[in-house]
């Protein structure tokens, strides 16, 4: 199975400022024949479904703001929220889906300093 | 729109048996990979199983293999999954999601259900 790690555990950070998260998978989840990175990014707020942020590592979700952004490649990837609104606090999840199990990180809760 | 509606948990008792199902709408669900995904309280995310499209493949995770089955009826656009033998740590929420791409189980969920609360306890 492939394990998703994603740091830091917590994370606060002030309004307007920038917030990254990371996630390492135990192998490369970059597929060669398409050259994409199976790995996702979720946000979930209290008592809500996780929400579908970011695909094939970089390709934002409709409807996601701009401030919002992956990147990274083979087992090393981060989510970046570029001005951290007051509606971003949430934990957010890393998902790799190259094979099953598709497992997810543990979560990052992302705070208001 | 798109919709996913679980329904079916409750309370059991530890060995008992109990069965989810999600009631899809606004796609054409027969084209797609269903999953689910469960949350136990206050813990992370787990991704429980998958089934394709025409039900033909089915993976589970090592936690629930062997007593976990999953199914779908496309003719009702409804997703099951049948629960036998819950443990204590069964106890979580449960959803649905929808894949982004038909056809495949390779791929991000971009839509979720809100989701279904199995409590096992004695």
């Known amino acids: 199975d492939i394990v998703m790690t994603q740091s830091p555990d917590s994370l606060a950070v002030s309004l307007g400022e920038r917030a990254t998260i990371y996630c390492k998978s135990s192998q490369s989840v970059l597929y060669r024949s398409d050259k994409k990175n199976y790995l996702a990014w979720y946000q979930q707020k209290p008592g809500q479904p996780p929400k579908l942020l970011i695909y094939w590592a970089s390709t934002r979700e409709s409807g996601v703001p701009e401030r919002v952004s992956g990147s990274g490649s083979g087992t090393d990837f981060s989510l970046t929220i570029s001005s951290l609104q007051a509606e971003d606090v949430a934990v957010y999840y890393c998902q790799q889906y190259y094979s099953t199990p598709h497992t997810f990180g543990q979560g990052t809760r992302l705070e208001i300093k | 729109q798109v919709q996913l509606v679980e329904s079916g948990g409750g309370v059991v008792q530890p060995g008992r048996s109990l069965r989810l199902s999600c009631v899809a709408s606004?796609?054409?669900?027969?084209?797609?990979?269903m999953h689910w995904v469960r949350q136990a309280p206050g813990k992370g995310l787990e991704w429980v199983a998958v089934?394709?499209?025409?039900?033909?493949?089915?993976y589970y995770a090592d936690s629930v293999k062997g007593r976990f089955t999953i199914s779908r009826d496309n003719s009702k656009n409804t997703l099951d999954l049948q629960m036998n033998s819950l443990r204590l740590e069964d106890t979580a929420v449960y959803y649905c999601?929808?894949?982004?791409?038909?056809?495949?189980?390779?791929?991000?969920?971009?839509?979720w259900g809100q989701g279904t609360m199995v409590s096992v306890s004695s």
């Open positions: 606004g796609f054409t669900f027969s084209s797609y990979g």
């Open positions: 999601a929808k894949p982004d791409g038909a056809r495949t189980v390779l791929d991000a969920f971009n839509m």
């Open positions: 089934i394709s499209y025409d039900g033909s493949e089915k």
